[in-house]
């Protein structure tokens, strides 16, 4: 298969695709087909898991591996197809009610008795206390501008671990009753626990998944909102203490408030102590809240459309239904990571780049023949992005634009390996340049603006 990495750095990633194998596997003996994946002909690490489709036959599988991807091109890697007597079994015990995972430097506790994180630590630092990811659900109104307000403090109530009759209900399975704190996928990669949640008429099933090695996990809220009036927020408790509440604006980042006021900002939120960080990357979420040792990332709303407050009048006629924004499924995606302030500030703005602008895996396996295309581009450090490349419109040059994120001083090698070019560059904190590459001449020259 082949997997494109469209940034001009390499990167460690988690990868996965669906594929179909050749024939349907129909045996009694061997009923499941393992995958085996390589790149350059050394094996890395892969597992199987539960594919979208709900077909109960071995045929289509869903691979998830984790490897370095090179910069700005293609990355091959090669499937191996092996027959197992049955599924291997997930063997992840709990002790005393906790479900404790641990790859040398992250270690994570959930507790099976309310479905959510009891401690997270990095290289012995804990950053994350007990009852994190606990969905909080504030009272509101129905105004959906918000004017009158600039927090949320009222708190109706919290989400809580279903009993098993209704996770079993929920998850829509035969079965009368199902654990609603478990373990459902496990191997080489990562290790995935899903819970299940409840509030009134609401449901909430979150995912947490667990890297084998590494200190970045990620958490998956999938929400089925039904609440009135109501706003959802997911509460951590951090442990570290907080000298600076940051988060991402276009290029560049804010200090934001930290007494409990709304916030918004883009990918990336950071609770900062002098010495250490703990950071948060989402994938559409914009609002956020910091206050006392609680982190809330706010989710979902319940307002009505063009609900406008008028002196102590009722928002919404009291005589009939009236609709409202954000009911239903919604489905939330975070990661999280924490370590030494500086390494985690000069970090955190290209792993939010590449959530967001994932490499992409293509399910096909060419056969290799012709001529292999070199690398567009490649940048050294960790601080200064690719915002953008083109082709100049009057020429064959290429129009480039770089960005120092972390707000540093950095100095980076800038290649562009497909025309055997390399230069080394300066930047300032928070500084963009923009070049002109002559590839025929290998020349670069600097543009005040971006030429035609």
Known sequence: MLVYNPHPFRT????????????????????FTDVEVYSDGSKIPAQVEKEASNLNLDWRKKIVFRAELKASCMNRFTCRLNLLRKRPAI???????????????????????TGLVEYYSVDGIKYIGAGAFEPTVFIDNEDPWGMLVKRFDRIDGVFKLSNPSECAKFCGIQRKTLDPARVIEDGEVRTILESVLSFRTSRICQQYIIPKIGTEFEVITRVFWNEKNRFLKLNIPVLINCAEFLGQTAFGYHVLPSNGDETVSQKWISVN??????????????ASSFEK????????????????????????????????????????????????????????????????????????????????????????????????????????????????????????TLEFPFAGFSKKLKFNPLEFRTFRFNPEKKELKESITSPP
């Open 273 to 286: 102590s002098d010495t250490h960080s703990l950071s948060c990357i989402n994938d559409g979420i914009y």
């Open 293 to 412: 040792g609680n982190l809330r990332l706010s989710l979902l709303r319940s307002p009505a459309y063009s609900g406008h407050p008028i002196l102590d009048r009722p928002i919404v006629p009291q005589d009939r239904f009236t609709p409202r924004i954000d009911q239903g499924e919604r489905l939330f995606r975070f990661w999280f990571n924490a370590g030494h302030l500086r390494k985690r500030m000069e970090s955190v703005d290209r792993e939010a780049l590449v959530k967001n602008e994932k490499p992409f895996a293509l399910s096909f396996f060419p056969p290799g023949t012709g001529k292999k295309s070199s690398e567009l581009c490649r940048i050294s450090g960790s601080s200064v992005q690719l915002v953008s490349a083109r082709k100049a419109e009057k020429s064959g040059d290429l129009i480039v634009r770089l960005f120092e994120s972390a707000g540093i001083s950095a100095e980076i």
């Open 12 to 31: 460690d990633a988690v990868i996965d695709c669906e594929f179909m194998l050749p024939d349907q596997n129909w045996s009694n003996e061997n009923k």
């Open 91 to 113: 063997n992840i015990n709990n002790k005393n009610g906790i479900f404790k995972l641990s790859n040398g430097r992250m270690e994570i506790g959930i507790n099976r008795k």
